[in-house]
């Protein structure tokens, strides 16, 4: 049986990414408890559901619903730090845009996985987050394996 947290942890870590796990709360507190210093980059991964696909009485396949963040607390080269003082526009410009490409590399090896198939991806921004004021780029998931 797939792990999902596995599977996310293992892109996090080949795409040099620190990943991180749970619900909200729980983020918070170890995005607190990390130094993101410098352009680190962070994948987080919320808790999932699963129910399973069934075929004539019997499990087929698992569909995993979740959601992903990607966020950045300060910008390279320069350094800004992520703050509420910032305009839509700048944080646009200084992290969103170019953190949404992680977004892409991730759909990508999700795509890569024969054992895997991607049947829904909505990408969305998310400001100010947790007690350090990240900005993050989100993509709602849902993706498809064999039982």
Same mark, same amino acid.
């Given at each position: 049986?797939?792990?999902?947290?596995?599977? %996310?942890?293992?892109?996090?870590?080949?795409?040099?990414?620190?990943?991180?796990?749970?619900?909200?709360?729980?983020?918070?507190?170890?995005?607190?408890?990390?130094?993101?210093?410098?352009?680190?980059? /962070?994948?987080?991964?919320?808790? /999932? #559901?699963?129910?399973?696909?069934?075929?004539?009485?019997?499990?087929?396949?698992?569909?995993?619903?979740?959601?992903?963040?990607?966020?950045?607390? /300060?910008?390279?080269? #320069?350094?800004?730090?992520?703050?509420?003082?910032?305009?839509?526009?700048?944080?646009?410009?200084?992290?969103?845009?170019?953190?949404?490409?992680?977004? #892409?590399?991730?759909?990508?090896?999700?795509?890569?996985?024969?054992?895997?198939?991607?049947?829904?991806?909505?990408? %969305?921004?998310?400001?100010?987050? /947790?007690?350090?004021?990240?900005?993050?780029?989100?993509?709602?998931?849902? %993706?498809?394996?064999?039982?």
């Amino acid at each position: 049986m797939l792990d999902p947290v596995q599977l %996310f942890e293992d892109i996090a870590t080949v795409n040099g990414l620190k990943f991180f796990y749970g619900a909200k709360p729980f983020l918070n507190w170890e995005m607190t408890q990390t130094s993101l210093n410098g352009s680190e980059v /962070f994948l987080a991964l919320f808790p /999932f #559901d699963e129910p399973a696909v069934m075929d004539n009485g019997s499990v087929s396949s698992w569909s995993v619903s979740t959601i992903i963040w990607v966020g950045r607390k /300060f910008d390279a080269p #320069d350094a800004t730090f992520s703050s509420a003082d910032e305009t839509e526009a700048q944080k646009y410009k200084r992290r969103l845009k170019d953190l949404r490409a992680y977004i #892409d590399i991730i759909l990508g090896d999700l795509c890569g996985d024969a054992d895997i198939e991607v049947t829904e991806a909505r990408v %969305f921004r998310e400001l100010n987050k /947790f007690d350090e004021n990240t900005d993050v780029v989100g993509c709602e998931l849902t %993706f498809v394996y064999a039982a």
